[in-house]
């Protein structure tokens, strides 16, 4: 029963992160080119920005769904060096360097709330490369659009 109570929960956490992912990255899509008043070059700043924030956010999903996890008996515990046992910032700290793949060990995750560690990861890692790739997208649509407009 905690098995599925694990897996219902990282699927709901995963899902969230990459709809609030594709929600943001597609009204940026949509946005940014109205941004007619800034010099081109300068809404790819405004990109990175708003994509720092949306990791953010998503970070602090995952630590919510850590900091639950571990109010549920029998799910799990983080051990190591803590502030104590289900301090919300230490399931942030977790969460940040799990979902940027960093994993410096001194929190480590037991039980079932272990398979949301490696959930956020393969999370992590798929939508930093989704943001890179669309900020390559950007960067070429808009440093191109610079250099015609400064000849």
Not at 30 to 58: C, M, Q, W, Y
Request: aromatic share 14%; with cysteine.
């Amino acid at each position: 029963m905690l098995f599925l109570l694990a897996f219902l929960l990282n699927t709901s956490l995963v899902s969230g992160a990459i709809l609030i992912h594709y929600e943001v990255l597609s009204l940026l899509d949509r946005k940014l080119p109205n941004f007619s008043h800034i010099p081109p070059r300068f809404r790819v700043l405004l990109g990175v920005g708003a994509i720092f924030l949306t990791h953010v956010v998503e970070i602090w999903l995952f630590a919510l769904g850590y900091f639950v996890s571990l109010h549920v008996d029998g799910l799990g515990a983080v051990v190591g060096e803590t502030a104590g046992h289900g301090v919300f910032l230490d399931c942030v700290y977790l969460s940040f360097v799990t979902f940027t793949t960093v994993g410096f060990g001194d929190i480590v995750a037991q039980g079932y709330v272990r398979y949301l560690t490696g959930a956020e990861a393969l999370t992590g890692l798929i939508l930093i490369t989704w943001s890179a790739s669309f900020l390559f997208i950007e960067m070429q649509k808009y440093w191109t659009n610079a250099k015609h407009h400064d000849k």
